[in-house]
């Protein structure tokens, strides 16, 4: 399975837009952290996500997860 590098925008709606496809993890996240040096704050993120498909990763990235439990929640 490939990894994928998103840019993610939130506003005005969320946007995920695809920006690379990588055989390897070490090559997705050195590129990822290029393309994060060169991005102007506040125009977005980007992402990688290992998924089967290009559907897949976005379906990942668009679902709602659970906030993680804190100290004493019982």
């Given amino acids: 399975m490939p990894y ?3 840019k993610i925008t939130e506003q005005p709606i969320r946007k995920l837009e695809k920006l690379e496809q990588h055989d390897a993890y070490r090559d997705a ?3 990822a952290k290029h ?3 060169e991005l102007p704050a506040g125009s977005g993120i980007i992402k990688v996500i290992f ?3 290009e559907l ?3 379906d990942l990235l668009n679902e ?3 906030p993680a439990p804190e100290l004493g929640d019982d």
């Fill in 56 to 58: 897949h990763a976005e």
């Fill in 35 to 37: 393309l994060r040096s």
């Fill in 64 to 66: 709602v997860r659970q």
């Fill in 29 to 31: 996240s050195s590129r």
């Fill in 4 to 6: 994928y590098i998103y």
């Fill in 51 to 53: 998924a089967e498909n």
